[in-house]
């Protein structure tokens, strides 16, 4: 039987560079397989930038991207949510009129899109987390847009995802780190894209492995048989937790898949 490892990137599976150890993740990306396992990346990423930190293994994995609201196995996009020109334009509306909002984009199938009053800084840092960055005016962008990510002060970024959710109650404003939060469909998050992926392959979510360290994981954890955080995961993720492995920066989950395989030989 085929049991599923999602994990969470940022925070969790990768380095705080974004890195990871691909040669590492190639020699155990086999032994998983042979095993049974199926590697899921389970992240607020685009799809795009996804593929493209995975290139070379994309082929022999599955993909949840933008939290939840694109799926995709196999080659074929099992799910895709969009949100339409009024949808988004909401969100703005919103963001545009709270102070402590320091930048916000719209993350779509083939790029990130940001205002044309962006600054540099935010470019890069959107640059970070998204492929196909460009300053773009919103109202006019010829792509399917799928969520809308923001910054604001890290000592405000409660508060303000809390307002959100008040106002917008059809959207679901959720904590992806610090001081950064997306926005998408309030019917969406990780666990109903690992629910749709275990439906595809008549799968339980007991043989579910899921690694995360945020708010924007808590229902992955919660879904799975198996919750795994690491060291610097939030204290709600910790609570979830079947198990609390070490700190993301010393490439923890890798350490734990290893020795998962190896006890499966044993």
Request: proline share 2%; net charge negative.
């Amino acid at each position: 039987m085929i049991k599923l490892i999602a994990t969470d990137m940022d925070g969790t599976f990768l380095r705080a560079d974004g890195s990871y150890d691909k040669e590492r993740f190639a020699r155990l990306l086999d032994r998983l397989r042979d095993a049974g396992y199926l590697f899921v990346a389970a992240s607020g990423r685009s799809l795009l930038t996804l593929k493209e930190l995975f290139q070379g293994f994309e082929h022999q994995m599955a993909f949840i991207a933008e939290n939840g609201c694109i799926v995709e196995y196999d080659g074929q996009i099992l799910f895709e949510t969009k949100l339409s020109p009024e949808d988004y334009g909401l969100i703005l509306d919103e963001l545009d009129n709270h102070p402590d909002c320091q930048g916000y984009l719209l993350s779509g199938i083939k790029g990130a899109y940001l205002p044309l009053t962006s600054s540099e800084e935010y470019v890069r840092l959107a640059s970070h987390f998204y492929a196909n960055v460009q300053k773009a005016g919103l109202t006019s962008v010829a792509d399917s847009i799928v969520k809308v990510s923001a910054h604001c002060r890290y000592d405000k970024v409660h508060d303000l995802v809390a307002l959100l959710n008040a106002r917008l109650p059809h959207f679901r404003a959720v904590v992806t780190g610090f001081d950064g939060f997306d926005v998408i469909p309030a019917a969406y998050n990780k666990s109903t894209a690992l629910a749709l992926l275990c439906e595809t392959l008549n799968l339980s979510a007991e043989v579910v492995y899921a690694f995360g360290d945020n708010h924007n994981d808590l229902e992955m954890l919660a879904f799975a048989g198996t919750a795994i955080v690491p060291d610097n995961a939030i204290e709600a993720a910790k609570q979830l937790a079947t198990e609390v492995i070490g700190d993301h920066s010393t490439d923890a989950v890798l350490t734990y898949l290893e020795s998962l395989v190896s006890d499966d030989k044993d």
